[in-house]
């Protein structure tokens, strides 16, 4: 790029890169032969040989032909010897001379060198499977092999995108390219050099100029000239009358598409390539550009300088999605209560990019460890770090208007203090996420997504802002603001110990209500709302108060059996109460209906993201529904998430979650139906994992005190 800004590739890491000076040996590539049937498999290019032989110790083939028009041809038939190929004939296209050292080798070796031939067409097995074999000079040569050496093009793709032009040299049939006088440099064969030593001498000129450039006193390294000037063996391209000469291998372009394009007026190489798609492959016209410029300059008599070749533009190779996206160390997130929980003894885990308390404990007794949790909670009172929880601010004169296109439920008109549930749909009427709203202001609303999707729901709301223009501000406060849950039969009793200006009391304080002040000496957003079934208090705070906010409500709740609950009793907890997780118990395409949340979807508001999907979808009928399923006590085989729901031996849907519900001695599940099935006392066949089917009361979401009694 402009300015030798350069993006560099190592491995799955990728290095922006700007430098002062820059040498490009990107070497020469190898064109493949026009002919008959040159895409038949065992027929390669020498240097494809020579890498299965020397790279990857691979014989390519049993017996071989090669067609050579260049020393590396020869080469190439001495390192199949080596390997223990039997090379029938090497067929040279250049006139007979003197003959060189490569030549006397390979016929001291016993192999037959024909001068002045070339590969005529080549026939496969049955069904062109494999090469059967070849026609040189009117007669055929059986063989699984043939190797092609006819000459090579410089590697032109980065020399052009820092200004580099390509040119043709007719006196030596090659290509060239040069750069403007700057900072960009050229060395090897990409220079034009076709001997080892002159390849050597131009890297060391240009490493020579690129240093005195730097400011370097270095000693003068003459420009190179070549030992050697001869030119190259250029293939007469001549279209066979039964086709199947390709030249673009990867778009299956013959001799005569090309010829026919120039034919239908398109005489200008850009055109071509736009017209036949010649070079628009994974090779991108390295193996076929020099092919496709001859066969251009012959058909619209022209020279090849002045077809040129198209335009290289970046990557100059494969780039894997990921190298682009960024970094790919697992990116790791500790709340600012990590060290709390450790200092407990928790069993920490990754759960998405944070570390989470899986439960507290000695792993020996991690299942009675995740009961005596649940127990504490549902007995007592439990202390849980929700600070991963997606944290944002909505501010601003259209704060509730900008709410209510966003989600399902009404905001406009919610009154300062309360809390409301949040509902997301995408465009299609899927759920893609949920939480809470609480109205701290007229115009301003604390907002909670879940851990996995805040970074999408903050997006979201960014591209709707942007959208439709309204007076907010959006504010990601998920890192600055950390969060815990005081909940059990016990939990108001252990914020009204803590030094407070909040009255905790139930009336003062009731459900789905909010409240600003200050909880032991740390300024806090309280929210009464609950995913345990039991009397719930969130706190959030600046994180970097969290720590001392922990200590506070663990010393409170000491004397009232306070204990720290990790993610797993978490899980059953909410599960015992029939509360969804979003990305486990939805999917790219379940809707509330399927949910049973219609009560969460406002009927009254005349748009917000969604709203017309659903009601189309409506309108299609419902075939699953997300239901309840409670196993017998001591039932012995208990299907896994992801298990199938059938009906009449044919899938209907899944179980999204499990697990075993100490507060009912059983396991329980929530699982998708068939949407006749959904109703309350229905029986369904789940099929377990050894292939075993048992048949499942239906009950509602609600396993644990379905009436909210707590």
């Not at 020996?364 to 007995?379: D, K, Q």
Request: glycine residues 10%; charged residues 20%.
């Amino acid at each position: 790029y402009e300015d030798n800004w350069l993006p560099l590739i190592e491995g799955n890491r990728l290095h922006r890169t700007r430098a002062r000076e820059v040498i490009l040996a990107t070497g020469a590539i190898e064109q493949p032969a026009v002919f008959r049937n040159n895409d038949l498999p065992g027929i390669m290019l020498g240097s494809a040989a020579q890498r299965l032989i020397r790279h990857y110790g691979v014989r390519p083939g049993t017996s071989a032909v090669v067609l050579a028009a260049n020393d590396d041809g020869y080469r190439t038939a001495l390192d199949l010897l080596d390997a223990g190929v039997s090379v029938v004939e090497l067929v040279d296209p250049r006139p007979a001379g003197e003959a060189g050292p490569l030549e006397t080798e390979l016929r001291g070796k016993g192999v037959t060198i024909r001068k002045g031939a070339t590969i005529e067409t080549a026939e496969g097995t049955v069904g062109n499977r494999h090469l059967a074999r070849v026609r040189v000079g009117g007669s055929w040569i059986a063989c699984d092999l043939l190797t092609v050496s006819i000459g090579q093009a410089p590697a032109w793709q980065l020399p052009c995108q820092a200004g580099g032009k390509v040119g043709y040299d007719a006196s030596t049939q090659a290509m060239t390219i040069t750069l403007p006088q700057g900072s960009v440099h050229l060395a090897g064969a990409v220079a034009g050099t076709d001997e080892l030593q002159d390849a050597i001498a131009s890297g060391r000129h240009a490493a020579a100029v690129a240093l005195s450039r730097l400011g370097h006193v270095m000693a003068a390294e003459p420009p190179v000239t070549p030992t050697s000037v001869r030119p190259r063996y250029v293939q007469p391209i001549v279209a066979d009358a039964k086709g199947r000469d390709f030249v673009d291998f990867d778009e299956d372009l013959q001799v005569k598409d090309l010829q026919n394009a120039t034919k239908d007026g398109y005489r200008e190489i850009e055109l071509v390539k736009r017209f036949t798609t010649v070079g628009m492959g994974p090779s991108q016209g390295r193996h076929s550009a020099l092919a496709t410029a001859r066969i251009v300059a012959e058909a619209t008599g022209r020279s090849v300088g002045e077809i040129g070749i198209t335009t290289a533009r970046p990557p100059v190779g494969p780039e894997t999605l990921g190298a682009l996206a960024g970094h790919h160390e697992a990116l790791e997130r500790r709340t600012a209560l990590h060290a709390r929980h450790v200092a407990l003894k928790a069993a920490m885990k990754p759960v998405g990019a944070w570390w989470r308390p899986y439960y507290y404990g000695d792993a020996s007794s991690a299942e009675e460890a995740v009961r005596e949790e649940i127990l504490a909670v549902r007995e007592g009172v439990g202390l849980l770090d929700v600070s991963t929880l997606g944290k944002l601010e909505i501010r601003g004169p259209d704060a509730g208007e900008f709410l209510d296109r966003l989600y399902t439920m009404a905001h406009a008109n919610q009154p300062v203090g309360r809390v409301r549930y949040c509902l997301m749909l995408n465009e299609m009427g899927s759920v893609i996420d949920d939480g809470v709203a609480y109205r701290m202001a007229q115009d301003q609303f604390y907002v909670t997504a879940t851990t996995g999707a805040v970074a999408r729901v903050y997006a979201d709301m960014l591209f709707w802002n942007a959208d439709w223009r309204l007076r907010v501000d959006v504010l990601n406060l998920t890192g600055a603001f950390s969060g815990l849950n005081v909940t059990g039969p016990k939990a108001r009793q252990v914020l009204k110990a803590l030094d407070s200006d909040i009255d905790f009391s139930r009336d003062a304080f009731p459900y789905l209500s909010g409240r600003d002040g200050m909880v032991a000496g740390v300024p806090v957003r309280v929210m009464r709302i609950g995913f345990t079934g039991e009397l719930s208090y969130e706190l959030h705070c600046p994180s970097s108060l969290a720590p001392s906010l922990w200590d506070a409500v663990m010393a409170a709740g000491r004397p009232h059996g306070l204990r720290p609950y990790g993610l797993e009793a978490s899980r059953i907890l909410r599960l015992e109460k029939g509360h969804i997780l979003i990305g486990q118990d939805t999917d790219a395409i379940t809707t509330p209906d399927e949910l049973g949340f219609g009560w969460a979807v406002s009927k009254k508001k005349p748009f917000f993201v969604g709203k017309r999907s659903i009601e189309m979808r409506a309108r299609l009928g419902q075939t699953r529904k997300l239901v309840g399923l409670q196993f017998p006590a001591g039932a012995s085989n208990i299907p896994g998430e992801s298990c199938l729901v059938l009906r009449d031996g044919a899938p209907v849907g899944q179980i999204t979650s499990v697990g075993y519900s100490p507060s009912l001695g059983r396991h329980i599940a929530l699982a998708y139906v068939h949407a006749d099935d959904h109703a309350e006392g229905s029986r369904v066949t789940v099929k377990c994992r050894d292939g075993e089917l048992v048949e499942v009361p239906v009950v509602a979401h609600a396993f644990f005190d379905p009436t909210n009694a707590r």
